[in-house]
């Protein structure tokens, strides 16, 4: 199947579930996400963006038991698809071709 | 020791199960969330914080596609956002809709409370009130004679029940001052007729008022002004009239027919109100139908009685019929025909407002042809687009209605007091928003919202999308704009019918205070006494306390002059009786005429500033023992000797007795009841020669302040008799201006209401006018650099929005005049068709018109040619 586009969002959501790894539960990943894009990330779009991107396959998750004691609640453990390997490589491809040619516009004064 | 687990708030939680998708998935989110919450410092900022985050998460949930979304929803969604992207036109339109649905809920609480919610008796329809009518004199709707009252209950098989009310103020003490209070006397069934039960309290016991050792029951005012609401009001015990009574019941807070204000009942048997020894009338007679009793029924049978006790008693029954009605007619009285015209007036508000909202929807949806036409394009169903529309004014229509309940909400707790106090209508203490009048929100916001949604998804629905799209949003929608000016027209005649009964109600108000009153009631101070208990028993006591004070009034500091009589003019109550020239043959009974009795005392015409108009006024020689002397009115002299030196005459008058009175003065007629009565024929006596009530209202025509002249009044009062209290003070303006309340709120609200709708009116022609200018910019252009000069462009585009105006006008007036009859019965010596209010009212909205064509206008002529044409 032809690879999905992705959207800006997207794209951060599946590179942080990527940079956690081991420890990319939900709350990790959010908490990677305003680290890195330096603002603060709205829960509800967060988590519905990853209920999509796994509804497109390009995420999947398993069920993991806490290990700290103070977690009550099931916690789900990401991680991305080769599908969304590929979605990220396509779009990276695609800004890359955009982006050449134009660091003479974009970083001069 | 185990560390506490993270926890969510059970708000927060219970929120979440319900809104998050279940399972791991959502039990998850919440342990994520509970997690960061046990992170933060504890404080109301945490809470604050967790709250927006569930509100958030909640929505992103609802609002994501595939969980709990659909057609409907997702058109919600749109409506929303377009609403959020457009926030002056949101704002207009949700302001305009609060207002229209907000005044008409407004008042729809209040006519359904007074008009349409059942009486709160028992069985209310069975209820009728019996009334004497002289059909000779035309007199209807009078009290009637207890004699009368006692065979009508001895006689009649199919009433099966009646209670009596005889409103008497009285003076009554809960251990502090004595003061006059309005009370009812009532016979001991009165309530049980209405199924009134006390709230508290056992209620009048079977025998009550048949022996000494009063009780009394209270109103629900009665219990919070004179007891201060005290929970342990029963068997309290207040003096009224001197005489100790026993508090045995308070009333809910209903309507009481004919003791409506009353602060309390007492109870007497009906044989010690009085029998047929004494001719008077003044009961009110409540009665109910016996099972299966048609109201002809009773009518038939009552009348049938009545026609035996004219027979009987010739004397003061000639001439006399009973009169039945329906007990809900009579409660709610003339209160009717006003309210539904207010209902009416603020219907014909939301029917602009509607018609606005319509027209700026309309102007948006052109607005948006573009749009509409490339969805048409990209495969969006007609029908699809069509209900997109009406979803988003359906959408606008209830955030209106809600802010319209705030409105309404608003609306009713400022107008229930001014109605309450312009109409004392019955009843309107149960005004509020309940089951009912939200209801009838939402079905008027519904019927908004498809209103003015349908219009626009019409129109939407029968564009092609290759039309809209060539001509690139910029010379289209002729279609919409023939709609949008028969919106604007149908704005204005509304506005108009508006503004010409606006017109004609203020009219009407004006010809009220400007009525000729037969007084002057500047710097005139009045004040009440009343002499009750058994230090007044009879009527000596009486004499002797009014000539006591007679000398005091005349000496008051900085009082031009003063007096008292005993009912004053527009303040409620009076008496009345039959009367005939004494020096000519005896007319039958039944041709008598009318005269309202007054007694006076002091210079009461002077301190009135009644014209003595012949003869003279009274005089301190008129005393028990000299010759008994009457003052009449101009209305009586007319009717009893027209043309005729009426001085010296001799008036029998059917008081105590027929022994005949001398005319000695005329003094000018005085209203009465009402400042739109005609005048009626008028006999004053004075009270050392005719003791009938054992009470006065003092007026003072004063040079000084109010005040000073009050406590002038106030010593004169106590210097005859400290324990008299003079209560109801009140200047004669005051008296004069609470009589014309009720056509004052009625011309007021309906004036408002007017504003607002050529407000509206003007906003929406100005808009459409606006939106023609902008579509004609490149003609306008052509035009100018063809060498039009800019007052012609002026012309051209005022003259097109007067076309509308114009168009509106006529339809408007034609409407008004068509309506003006349901006006009439509110209307004082104005006519329906008054062409000052018609003219008025066309004039004011030309020239509201004219401003709102000016503008788009004036803006036509600032369009540079070479703009307008490279804007092609």
Not at chain 2, 520 to 535: E, H, I, K, M, Q
Not at chain 2, 701 to 716: F, I, M, N, S, Y
Request: with cysteine; proline share 6%; glycine share 10%.
């Amino acid at each position: 199947m032809s690879p999905s586009f992705l959207g800006e969002f997207e794209q951060m959501v599946l590179l942080a579930v990527l940079q956690q790894g081991e420890s990319a539960f939900a709350l990790e990943v959010r908490q990677e996400l305003e680290r890195s894009a330096g603002r603060s990330v709205s829960r509800g779009a967060f988590y519905t963006t990853l209920d999509r991107l796994e509804r497109k396959g390009l995420v999947r998750w398993e069920e993991r038991l806490p290990r700290d004691s103070r977690r009550s609640a099931p916690l789900r453990h990401f991680e991305v698809t080769p599908d969304g390997i590929d979605a990220l490589r396509t779009s990276r491809r695609a800004l890359e071709t955009l982006w050449r040619g134009l660091d003479e516009v974009l970083e001069g004064t | 020791m185990s560390p506490t687990p993270h926890r969510l708030p059970d708000w927060a939680a219970r929120a979440l199960r319900r809104g998050l998708p279940g399972g791991v998935r959502g039990a998850s989110i919440r342990g994520d969330l509970a997690e960061e919450y046990s992170m933060r410092r504890p404080g109301l900022g945490r809470e604050v914080w967790l709250a927006a985050e569930v509100a958030r998460l909640v929505y992103h949930y609802r609002r994501s596609p595939g969980w709990g979304g659909g057609a409907v929803s997702t058109a919600f969604r749109f409506a929303l956002r377009r609403l959020r992207r457009d926030p002056v036109f949101g704002g207009l339109a949700i302001l305009t809709t609060a207002l229209g649905i907000g005044g008409t809920v407004a008042l729809f609480s209040v006519v359904k409370a007074v008009l349409l919610d059942p009486l709160p008796y028992h069985d209310p329809e069975g209820l009728v009130a019996v009334y004497e009518a002289h059909l000779p004199r035309a007199v209807d709707r009078n009290v009637a004679n207890p004699g009368n009252v006692a065979a009508w209950r001895e006689a009649a098989s199919i009433v099966a029940a009646e209670g009596i009310v005889l409103p008497q103020p009285r003076l009554v003490s809960a251990g502090d001052d004595p003061r006059e209070v309005m009370s009812s006397v009532v016979t001991p069934g009165y309530l049980e007729v209405l199924g009134v039960e006390p709230e508290s309290g056992p209620g009048f016991s079977p025998a009550a008022g048949a022996a000494d050792g009063g009780q009394v029951v209270l109103s629900r005012l009665g219990w919070l002004e004179l007891l201060g609401g005290d929970p342990d009001a029963i068997g309290r015990t207040l003096t009224v009239n001197g005489t100790s009574a026993e508090v045995v019941g308070v009333l809910p807070a209903v309507h009481l027919p004919f003791a409506d204000g009353s602060l309390l009942l007492l109870a007497m048997p009906l044989s010690a109100m009085g029998d047929q020894t004494n001719s008077g009338r003044f009961l009110n007679v409540v009665a109910r139908r016996a099972a299966g009793a048609e109201l002809a029924d009773v009518r038939r049978e009552l009348q049938s009685i009545t026609a035996g006790l004219r027979a009987t008693h010739p004397d003061f029954n000639a001439g006399w019929y009973v009169q039945v009605e329906e007990l809900r007619g009579e409660v709610l009285g003339d209160v009717r025909a006003p309210l539904w015209i207010l209902f009416g007036a603020v219907g014909v508000l939301l029917l602009v407002a509607c018609v606005n909202v319509a027209n700026l929807t309309l102007a948006r949806a052109t607005d948006r042809s573009g749009e509409l036409a490339v969805r048409t394009a990209l495969g969006a169903s007609r029908g699809g687009l069509a209900g997109q529309l009406v979803v988003e004014s359906l959408v606008l229509a209830a955030l209106g209605g809600f802010a319209g309940i705030g409105v309404a909400w608003l609306g009713t707790r400022l107008l229930t007091p001014a109605l309450m106090e312009s109409f004392t209508i019955p009843r309107l203490g149960d005004v509020g928003l309940d089951i009912g009048v939200l209801a009838f929100a939402a079905a008027v916001t519904a019927g908004t919202g498809l209103f003015f949604g349908l219009a626009p998804a019409v129109s939407a629905g029968r564009r092609g999308p290759a039309a809209t799209l060539g001509a690139e949003g910029r010379r289209v929608g002729r279609g919409g704009g023939r709609v949008r000016r028969l919106l604007v027209v149908a704005e204005v005649a509304l506005s108009v019918v508006l503004l010409t009964t606006a017109g004609l109600l203020v009219r009407s108000f004006d010809s009220i205070t400007n009525a000729e009153t037969g007084f002057d009631a500047a710097r005139v101070v009045t004040g009440r006494v009343n002499l009750a208990g058994p230090r007044y028993a009879g009527t000596e006591p009486d004499i002797r306390f009014f000539d006591a004070l007679e000398p005091r009034l005349a000496s008051l500091p900085g009082a031009d002059a003063a007096g008292g009589v005993s009912f004053l003019p527009l303040d409620g109550l009076g008496s009345a009786t039959s009367f005939h020239a004494a020096d000519r043959a005896v007319p039958p009974r039944e041709e008598w005429l009318v005269a309202d009795i007054r007694t006076v005392t002091g210079d009461y015409f002077g301190a009135m500033g009644i014209a003595l108009v012949q003869g003279r006024a009274f005089e301190a020689t008129d005393r028990q023992d000299s010759e008994r002397v009457v003052v009449v009115s101009r209305s009586l002299v007319e009717r009893t000797w027209p043309g005729e030196n009426p001085i010296g005459r001799p008036l029998a008058i059917n008081w105590d007795d027929l022994e005949p009175w001398t005319v000695v003065g005329v003094v000018e007629d005085v209203v009465h009841a009402d400042l739109t009565d005609a005048p009626r024929p008028m006999a004053y006596h004075t009270v050392a020669q005719a003791p009938y009530f054992p009470f006065m209202t003092l007026v003072v025509r004063t040079r000084a302040d109010a005040a000073e002249a009050v406590a002038g009044l106030r010593r004169a009062v106590a210097g005859v008799d400290p324990a008299v209290p003079l209560t109801r003070v009140q200047t004669m303006d005051a008296v004069v201006r609470a009589s014309t309340a009720r056509p004052r709120i009625t011309a007021f609200l309906v004036t408002l209401f007017a504003a607002v709708a050529a407000l509206l009116a003007a906003v929406g022609l100005y808009g459409v006018l606006s939106f023609a200018v902008a579509r004609r910019v490149r003609e306008i252009g052509v035009r100018m650099a063809l060498g039009a000069r800019a007052a012609d462009v002026v012309t051209m585009v005022t003259l097109q929005g007067l076309r509308l105006v114009a168009a509106g006008l006529v339809i408007g007036l034609a409407i008004a005049a068509a309506g003006s009859r349901l006006l009439e019965s509110i209307l004082f010596s104005v006519s329906g068709r008054d062409p000052l209010a018609f003219g008025a009212s066309a004039a004011l909205f030309a020239l509201v018109g004219a401003a709102a064509c000016v503008i788009p206008a004036l803006r036509a002529v600032r369009v540079r040619p070479g703009m307008a044409l490279r804007e092609e």
